[in-house]
């Protein structure tokens, strides 16, 4: 089994950057492909970023293509999310996700693990 625990949400204004943290335990995210995915208030979950091991491969959602960065550390065993340029349409509840396959993937359901997420509220 792997735990997720999100960290990093909170309340910025438009245009101010966050940097959102996912780190593992219970095991080692050897050949795990690792994601970011986000819930608005009234809408259904979405895919934002992924990233394949070791790390060379990553995916972005065209709505946050060019300001946001998907990163892993393997020797800490998390993950992040650096968001610059927020947008009030950022507001979301950000979910970490694990995936025992070292490929990307971006549908949710190719996902096996999933944190309990971190609210990002942007004010305009």
């Known amino acids: 089994q792997v735990q997720l625990v999100e960290s990093g949400g909170g309340l910025v204004q438009a245009g101010d950057s966050l940097r959102l943290s996912c780190a593992a335990s219970?095991?080692?995210?050897?050949?795990?492909?690792m994601g970011w995915f986000r819930q608005a208030p009234g809408k259904e979950r979405e895919f934002v970023a992924v990233?394949?091991?070791?790390?060379?491969?990553?995916s972005y959602a065209d709505s946050v293509k060019g300001r946001f960065t998907i990163s892993r550390d393997n020797a800490k065993n998390t993950i992040y999310l650096q968001m610059n340029s927020l947008k009030p349409e950022d507001t979301a509840v950000y979910y970490c996700?694990?995936?025992?396959?070292?490929?990307?993937?971006?549908?949710?359901?190719?996902?096996?693990?999933w944190g309990k997420g971190t609210l990002v509220t942007v004010s305009s």
């Open positions: 996700a694990a995936r025992q396959d070292w490929r990307i993937e971006v549908k949710l359901d190719a996902m096996d693990y």
């Open positions: 219970g095991r080692t995210l050897m050949n795990y492909a």
């Open positions: 990233i394949s091991w070791p790390g060379s491969i990553t």
